[in-house]
């Protein structure tokens, strides 16, 4: 996790102190069932809940484990210092180590993807926002990076929008898809607690009990989990490249926000960098490298082996943190994203009406001009604005063979965007559903 | 796509042939659509589908694309060719070539799900029906490699059986993500084509229509889908290594099929080796290093880049097939699978009861017996085994201060392996419902 | 491997013919050793030798595997089938099947290598020639894709060879890592060959003995190859989107050699699409993706296991394969890229003069204005061109402030290009060697 | 970073004291090869060096760039709290910010390959000596996982060593590859430095001018710098697996060191887990996940955009920190991993002979035996001890048609084990260079 490009909100749930409490409740719930069942004493189980509102001390924790090697231990110890030794006694009864430490986990993934969540849904009403405000204000769409037929900044706000509802809805389903926790024992058979414990604690953390697991919980839902996540960065990069290139000197329709304080902007005034998204390009692979090793721990020897465990102490915080800053950063971005409708104008007519050839040549068959001679007029008139700098419209309207099959008010329809926007309703409706 | 790794139906989508077919079908429905709008005579939508019986020559088409340089031009005069240049005259109007080629891509998609599915569905029988028969029989869980406590072989097919179906619950996901289509012009704003035409389509091909797209359908739909099949051949390495572990010469508690007449098996009756189960850990890498790939391919400039184009050409085919065949491998290795409830046993066996140290450490505690002081017995009777190869039980029946605590027959329940078992049929009706 | 990305050199490596022939040397030479070694007869060793201009068989072979599941041993057959039953009795003697096939895989590879060797010098007979073309040739500089400082064209051609020229000595470095060669039996000790053997057969394919074998050879020395692979396609991903970047419509600084004839150029002229650095981009994907399966091979179990073998089934020709391709369509694009310096210099000097407000502020400062007082100058004058469309160096003359510290030509002097060309002698020194 | 896995060598490279330490030597070298030129004055160069022993205060920079917003200002502007504004007027000039980031970066990579090639050192001494101490110590070879003829535990160390020295070259390699600098202006023209600077500089921190460099050093090197440690990350899994296998409970041919006091030892003596190479096997996929992200850098935006540098700091320590910390953590565990010879005696012997059935097969025929008859005997011998438990010596000397062929000692001379070793010492001097 790289300190600045993290939010307190999503480390927090990677520091020892919530981890701990976490361990604190798992640990106390099953008391709570083991009671229930009769397996351990009522008082005992009660007696727990002394440490509820104790912060525990990490220091005293790692100093415990320093001794003992072991974490679970170390942190049990040191319940016990708090509640009473006598007291902590049936604590941890029947359990493994791995019981805490996986279950844990995955609650520690399920509210960091609620945090994700939460950070979509903000960003999703942003790319709204911003796709209503600019729906009909036209732009070149661009194809190969070259000019082909107009579209809307609202359009491209709106499949962007598009895009990452489809990523909230996955993220949903990994999240669901995360949201198990396991007290099977060793090697998973309860051999040595009660099936009843495993979902008194699973229900009170919000989890549900793991169908089948062997000392830990199955990794493909954690690599199903990291995969989604690769894939939501990945869409974060494709709108930061959209906006890099709506900021290139030669482009210039929109500029990431830069406020007038900012350095040496005005002796420089066009040297204004789209470092935001730049820098959301490089969070995006950040993410994304994830994905392989999450894959590579699916394959874990017989009931578990820890290779996987190294690999989520770094990719569990590095993705969620890193996945939390870059959406949140784009969301900034976003909502303060400068967009320059005169450029874009003055970028869709660089080529002084070219954009409409295609639809004139359409418009030319249709009145009956056969595809060659109709070729053959466009393609004449084209030449001239590209290499002699004419207007399109222009020379359309003076040549004799073009006027003899359209009107003038017929090839001045040809050069109408009303044609290109006529469908952006339709297409928000399906987009945004009925307005 | 490695010819010995494909097999012939999921080979068969990716073909010229099959390509040529979607296309010609997206074309002629998307006629009928046009001629309902009344934008194209109804008999020229007629005339298209004289063509349907017709297998399109390939070596024509290629022909003409030698000369055209373009492939969607070169298949409609081959069209044109069939069902008259004058019917065809109408073909593909207000159609942009990837309108056709992106939704072709997403058919073959799905279908390569459907087998996929399928092949899911037939591995999932196989797990259950060799879960179901190896419920009870025991053989020691492992972890880090080395002996824990018991499980049974059912156990073991049953979390394969469960991260299996998940699995599949994925794929149905991916596969209803994939399933869109597009016929949206040249930047998707329907400037040229109503988006009825679009409707009629996708309902004809399956596919729901995609809500906003460029020229393109969006990326990310195909970096989930193959980021699921990264996850699925992920599980199929976690099975492979499982049967590769139990089929090392000093575990031998299972074996890959091994037809009688395979040469040289009887010179060396040991040399058996798990080849397709090591095959099938390759296979899984193959289908993973498509995920990568396919979430760079996320981020196109504008409204659209061609460069995902060459990527897909490579990972479409490859991951399909390869999952295609990998899964029916599996499926294979697993009907066939030989296992040694013996060698299981023996194993199991191997520390003379050790395995049970634990247990009756728990036992000599719950009799009243201090924790270090049960501890003290349990270890020194333990490394009598270890050391001098003597038996567990044996041990402690002859340690009068064991004796003191348990009687012979409470220190016997402890070696006792229905305590290991009393849970399956809970987590048999987990995984596969009750019974 | 694509076929469309294939060129048939390459692909030849990868044929069964190719793999049979080089099998045939190596059983042929380890006759000779062996016979050297008075292990088999003289006679028979000689007699391997009368299939030496025999094509052989492929579909006869396959036939065999048919029957006897073994690859080699189907190749042996049929070749006793050519020289004789009892001549070929002693081929293969000692030997182990991976003796054959590791040390084959390592010849492929190493002339895969020789050709994309070639290839590169290609490359970099083209980069180096457009170079020096057009080495004062002035374009903008770009950081974060907006305007900065003059460089030239030349430059961005020195640097692109440069790259490639450290390439292509990784490559060197690749192929002599990777051209081993090993007969050493079922687990490499030698036990039933003389190490002579390896030696001979290692010499007459020019390959080097690997030091220390088990039944293959170690696979980090491919792990090494193909990231080697995965850095220059890289460097090729990097060239192709600098041309994509130049040939965008508002850029149009190059573009892609586009032939008279191509279709539809004419009517819209401006719509020539970077279809190949865009398909290169693709590519470059496909090449790397195969570097993390090659390191993933690198961790064998014990002395062999064989889930490398089906990875390298397909990454093997498919990396060289698609590089070769496209090292040899770089090379074409950047042979015939068109450039236009005219565009060059128009967007040099898109903001009037302001790419050189830098310099004057530095003058302003070197003539003894404070840096608070230079700034302010430069910034009001800067802002007039940013604002008003003004020109910078006349704005500059016309301030009173300006010009009471530097004279008319010392204000000119920074808006001499020729300042930033200055030591692009030096450069191309650095990178081609003194000219 | 994951502080459990760092040491603080590493860390220490990458601290903001020793970054800010760098930025002021590079300033401040820089300074005195400019003052060389007559650009600034000597006093002021002079002056830098009052820094020299000064440890900038990183909480005064940290408070200086809230405001600046700009790292390299901020750090410019406390370095003239120190020396004085008025001599530290003269410091970065005609310099870019990346002049001093990108070179740093190299300074420290160089560094972390420095630290990483001692630890390789370490690493190949520990791998040597355990080679020569178990030179001869016979353990069966095994491919597929299953037994296949002897080896001995020094080949498996030697092999290891071969390895990881060829890691080694290879860093190397790469350390020379990153040893460049750059200070050469906003876009590489050296438009406001002379070249000499950058010499100067590069020489006083032991690197080498870039030859062509744009605002940045080209990220090739950096992607290759990356991929060599994602090989030699590959090879420490390699090494890993080998002792997880070795490891397991079924083989026990050698285990981690497990100090007497270690918990839990006594009562479970078998459970002790092989954490080290498991914890090594994760450590790895946590290096070579860097590789992909690393080559995505290369492709930047002309001049350069800053989207590679989020990616750097987090891959930049974080694979260096993890490697440094996996090569050290793993030469402790082969300096003092347990091998037991006796158990790989047993596990060669668990066939009883049935190891030697191929070498009794080649001795019958060349005892004059016809393959199909030798084939027979051996199986019929073999299969006894399979089925029946039987000593395969025992039988062949009790069976009359082997016998007819072969003398007693000409059979026992078959089970020598010598046979085996008795190129080991060829290996090991190609390995290990003449004892």
């Given at each position: 996790m790289?300190?600045?490009?993290a939010?307190?909100?999503?480390?927090?749930?990677?520091?020892?102190?919530?981890?701990?409490?976490?361990?604190?409740?798992?640990?106390?719930?099953?008391?709570?069932?083991?009671?229930?069942?009769?397996?351990?004493?009522?008082?005992?189980?009660?007696?727990?809940?002394?440490?509820?509102?104790?912060?525990?001390n990490?220091?005293?924790?790692?100093?415990i484990?320093?001794?003992?090697?072991?974490?679970?231990?170390?942190?049990?110890?040191?319940?016990?210092?708090i509640?009473g030794?006598?007291e902590?006694?049936?604590?941890?009864?029947?359990?493994?180590?791995?019981?805490?430490?996986?279950?844990?986990?995955?609650?520690?993934?399920?509210?960091?993807?609620?945090i994700?969540?939460?950070?979509?849904e903000?960003?999703l009403?942003a790319?709204?926002?911003?796709?209503?405000?600019?729906?009909?204000?036209?732009?070149?769409?661009?194809?190969?990076?070259?000019?082909?037929?107009?579209?809307?900044?609202?359009?491209?706000?709106?499949?962007?929008?598009?895009?990452?509802?489809?990523?909230?809805?996955?993220?949903r389903?990994?999240r669901?898809?995360?949201?198990?926790?396991a007290?099977?024992?060793?090697?998973?058979?309860?051999?040595?607690?009660?099936?009843?414990?495993?979902?008194?604690?699973?229900?009170?953390l919000?989890?549900t009990?793991?169908?089948?697991?062997?000392?830990?919980?199955?990794?493909?839902?954690?690599?199903?989990?990291?995969?989604?996540?690769?894939?939501?960065a990945?869409?974060?990069?494709?709108?930061?490249?959209?906006?890099r290139?709506?900021?290139?000197?030669?482009?210039?329709?929109?500029?990431?926000?830069?406020s007038?304080?900012?350095?040496?902007?005005?002796?420089?005034p066009?040297?204004r960098?789209?470092?935001?998204?730049?820098?959301?390009?490089?969070?995006?692979?950040?993410?994304?490298?994830?994905?392989?090793?999450?894959?590579?721990?699916?394959?874990l020897?017989?009931?578990?082996?820890?290779?996987?465990?190294s690999?989520?102490?770094?990719?569990?915080?590095?993705?969620?943190?890193?996945?939390?800053?870059?959406?949140?950063?784009?969301t900034g971005?976003?909502?303060?994203?400068?967009?320059?409708?005169?450029?874009?104008?003055?970028?869709?007519?660089?080529?002084?009406g070219?954009?409409?050839?295609q639809r004139?040549?359409?418009?030319?068959?249709?009145?009956?001009?056969?595809r060659?001679?109709?070729?053959?007029l466009?393609?004449?008139?084209?030449?001239?604005v590209w290499e002699?700098?004419k207007?399109?419209?222009?020379e359309?309207?003076?040549?004799?063979?073009?006027?003899?099959?359209?009107?003038?008010?017929?090839?001045?329809?040809?050069?109408?965007?009303?044609?290109?926007?006529?469908?952006?309703?339709?297409?928000?409706?399906?987009?945004?559903?009925?307005?």
């Amino acid at each position: 996790m790289i300190p600045r490009y993290a939010r307190p909100d999503m480390v927090a749930i990677w520091s020892p102190e919530t981890k701990f409490r976490i361990w604190y409740e798992i640990e106390a719930h099953a008391c709570d069932a083991q009671a229930a069942l009769g397996v351990i004493p009522a008082e005992s189980a009660a007696a727990v809940w002394k440490a509820n509102d104790v912060e525990f001390n990490v220091a005293r924790i790692d100093e415990i484990e320093a001794v003992t090697k072991h974490d679970v231990i170390a942190f049990l110890t040191h319940l016990a210092e708090i509640i009473g030794h006598s007291e902590a006694r049936f604590v941890h009864q029947g359990m493994t180590s791995s019981d805490v430490l996986d279950t844990t986990l995955n609650v520690q993934l399920v509210r960091a993807a609620d945090i994700l969540i939460a950070d979509m849904e903000k960003l999703l009403a942003a790319l709204k926002t911003r796709a209503i405000e600019h729906k009909m204000d036209v732009r070149i769409g661009r194809s190969h990076g070259i000019h082909a037929e107009p579209v809307t900044m609202g359009l491209t706000f709106a499949r962007f929008y598009a895009e990452m509802d489809r990523g909230l809805a996955r993220l949903r389903n990994a999240r669901a898809e995360i949201a198990t926790g396991a007290i099977s024992g060793a090697v998973g058979t309860f051999a040595n607690i009660d099936p009843a414990v495993e979902a008194h604690v699973c229900e009170k953390l919000g989890l549900t009990p793991e169908p089948i697991s062997t000392q830990v919980i199955p990794r493909d839902r954690h690599a199903m989990f990291f995969a989604t996540l690769g894939v939501i960065a990945s869409s974060i990069e494709n709108i930061a490249i959209e906006i890099r290139h709506m900021q290139r000197t030669e482009v210039l329709e929109a500029e990431e926000f830069f406020s007038k304080g900012q350095k040496g902007s005005s002796a420089m005034p066009h040297k204004r960098n789209p470092v935001l998204t730049e820098n959301l390009t490089g969070l995006a692979r950040l993410v994304r490298m994830t994905v392989v090793p999450a894959m590579e721990n699916v394959a874990l020897w017989h009931e578990r082996d820890i290779s996987h465990s190294s690999v989520e102490r770094g990719i569990a915080p590095d993705a969620t943190v890193t996945l939390d800053f870059a959406l949140a950063r784009l969301t900034g971005v976003i909502e303060k994203l400068v967009i320059y409708p005169d450029n874009m104008m003055r970028n869709l007519n660089q080529f002084r009406g070219l954009v409409h050839s295609q639809r004139v040549l359409l418009a030319l068959t249709q009145k009956g001009v056969s595809r060659e001679d109709a070729y053959r007029l466009v393609q004449r008139n084209a030449m001239k604005v590209w290499e002699e700098g004419k207007d399109f419209q222009t020379e359309l309207l003076g040549d004799a063979e073009v006027t003899a099959a359209m009107s003038p008010d017929e090839i001045a329809e040809n050069f109408d965007l009303g044609h290109h926007t006529k469908h952006v309703d339709t297409i928000f409706a399906r987009v945004f559903g009925p307005s």
